[in-house]
């Protein structure tokens, strides 16, 4: 079965301090979609990549970068210089098809409260 | 576009009452799903839609019945409820197997 583990419960920083958010996964599909959302306070999802098995490209939006590693089954986020509005909690999730519908399977997620 | 909307955003029930939470996208998804976020955890599916007059259980949909009549709405029912549903209740809609975009969600208490 699919299976997200963010072994992070909570992480605290202070601002401007780099923060990396570990995620990683376990599937038997070969074709997956990894991805990550952040729930500020407010309560709300918010959508933040979306990323394809075959594609192992690192990206980086802004301060946000991602590491994606297939041989160690990793999804790393990254926030450099973080500041007080990147304090919420952090969802990685993992595609699962079944039934012809593509079906996430969450993490619990990392609350990370960045500190002036 | 209002995106996915949902209602109500709060929600206390008694043991045994039934309601049904609404939800409704506006940008012509054929694919919709319900999950609950229980405290300090992260999401379950519930139900999904892969289309108007399909629909299929995720991982935890007893206690919860849906119908999907058009591809707008994709309203979740609970008929007796109980403590144990007390959660924040998501759904989400999807183009095919595209990212799927969230509502604001429901918090409802069971009493």
């Known amino acids: 079965a699919q299976k997200v583990t963010q072994a992070q419960t909570e992480i605290s920083v202070v601002e401007k301090e780099d923060v990396t958010l570990d995620c990683v996964y376990e599937t038997r599909d070969t074709t997956y979609y990894l991805f990550w959302y952040k729930q500020p306070p407010s309560g709300e999802l918010v959508f933040l990549i979306r990323?394809?098995?075959?594609?192992?490209q690192n990206e980086i939006s802004g301060r946000y970068s991602w590491n994606f590693q297939k041989s160690t089954s990793s999804f790393n986020f990254t926030i450099t210089a973080s500041q007080v509005v990147d304090s919420a909690v952090y969802f990685c999730?993992?595609?699962?098809?079944?039934?012809?519908?593509?079906?996430?399977?969450f993490g619990k997620g990392t609350k990370l409260t960045v500190n002036p | 576009n209002a995106g996915v909307t949902q209602t109500p955003k709060f929600r206390i029930l008694k043991i045994g009452q039934s309601m049904t939470l609404q939800c409704t996208q506006d940008m012509n998804h054929n694919y919709m799903y319900w999950y609950r976020q229980d405290p300090g955890m992260g999401l379950k599916l519930i139900y999904y839609s892969v289309g108007a007059g399909i629909t299929d259980k995720g991982e935890v949909p007893n206690g919860y019945n849906v119908s999907r009549s058009t591809t707008e709405d994709f309203p979740l029912r609970l008929e007796l409820a109980a403590p144990s549903q007390t959660s924040v209740y998501f759904c989400?809609?999807?183009?095919?197997?595209?990212?799927?975009?969230f509502g604001p969600g429901t918090r409802l208490t069971v009493l």
């Open positions: 990323r394809n098995s075959f594609d192992e």
């Open positions: 999730a993992l595609s699962e098809t079944q039934g012809g519908s593509e079906k996430l399977v």
């Open positions: 989400a809609s999807s183009y095919s197997r595209d990212t799927q975009y």
